[in-house]
C-alpha cells in the first residue's frame, strides 16, 4: 500500500507544483518590486520638508573703509527641522555664505553633525568678512542701510547631506537653502523677526 503513494508523491510535484511556483514566485516579486518603489517613492518625496529659517542675527565690528573695504563679523542662528518620523540625516559638510545684492560678503562652514528623526537642531554660525573689497553699487547701497539702522542680506547654506532609514543609507546629495531677505538691525535694539528659507534639493 505504501509503494503506490511515495511513487505517485513525485509525479505529483512534477505536474502540478512547478506552475503554482513560478506563480508563487511573480507575486513574490511584484511585492518586493512595489515595496521598493513605495520606499523610493516615500523617500524622495519626504524628505523634501525639511524646515530651515534663520532665528538671529547680529552684526559687530562694522566698518566700510574710504577704499570701500568691508570688515564685519555677522552672526546667525539657523533652526534646522527635521519632521520626519523615520528618516535622520547626516550633514557631511555644511558651508554658510553671507549675500548683499549679488556680492557674497563672508562664508564659513558648520561642523558636520548628525540629525535624529523629529529634531530640532539649532545651528550658531559667525561669518567674518576681513577687508573684503566691494564693488559696483554695493558700497553706496550697505552705507544707505548702515545709516537707515538696519541691512538686508541674503543667507545662503550648501550642505551634503545623507538620508538614514533604519540601517539604510542613501547616497551623497546636496542641498541649499537660501534665506532671503534676513534684516538685521545693527544696533539689535528691536527682536529679530524670523527668516523663513527656500530648499533646494
Ligand atoms: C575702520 O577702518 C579704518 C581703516 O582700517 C580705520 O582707520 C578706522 O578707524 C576704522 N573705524 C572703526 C570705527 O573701527
Ligand atoms: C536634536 O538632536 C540633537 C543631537 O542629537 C540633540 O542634542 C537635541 O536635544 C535634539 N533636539 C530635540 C528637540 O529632540
Ligand atoms: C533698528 O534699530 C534702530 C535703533 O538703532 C531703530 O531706530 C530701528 O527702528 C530698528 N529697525 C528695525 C527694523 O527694527
Known amino acids: 500500500m505504501a509503494q503506490p503513494l511515495t511513487q505517485s508523491q513525485p509525479h505529483a510535484t512534477k505536474s502540478k507544483f512547478p506552475i503554482l511556483r513560478y506563480i508563487a514566485i511573480i507575486i513574490l516579486a511584484l511585492i518586493i ?36 573695504h568691508l570688515n564685519a563679523k555677522f552672526d546667525f542662528t539657523i533652526r534646522a527641522k527635521n519632521p520626519n518620523s523615520k528618516v535622520s540625516i547626516y550633514y557631511d559638510s555644511i558651508e554658510v555664505s553671507v549675500r548683499y545684492e549679488d556680492q557674497t560678503l563672508a562664508t564659513n562652514t558648520i561642523q558636520p553633525y548628525f540629525q535624529p528623526h523629529k529634531n530640532v537642531t539649532r545651528l550658531h554660525v559667525g561669518l567674518t568678512a576681513q577687508t573684503v573689497a566691494l564693488y559696483g553699487s554695493v558700497p553706496k547701497d550697505i552705507k544707505i542701510e548702515r ?26 546629495r546636496v542641498i541649499k537653502i537660501f534665506c532671503s531677505p534676513v534684516l538685521v538691525n545693527f544696533s539689535k535694539v528691536k527682536s529679530f523677526e524670523r527668516a523663513y528659507c527656500d530648499v533646494d534639493m
Do not use: C, M
Open 33 to 68: 518590486l512595489v515595496g521598493i518603489a513605495v520606499l523610493i517613492s516615500w523617500l524622495v518625496l519626504k524628505p523634501k520638508h525639511l524646515q530651515y529659517s534663520v532665528e538671529d542675527a547680529s552684526i559687530h565690528n562694522f566698518n566700510l573703509t574710504d577704499a570701500n
Open 147 to 172: 545709516s537707515s539702522g538696519d541691512i538686508q542680506l541674503d543667507v545662503f547654506v550648501r550642505a551634503r547631506i545623507r538620508f538614514k532609514v533604519g540601517v539604510w543609507k542613501s547616497k551623497h
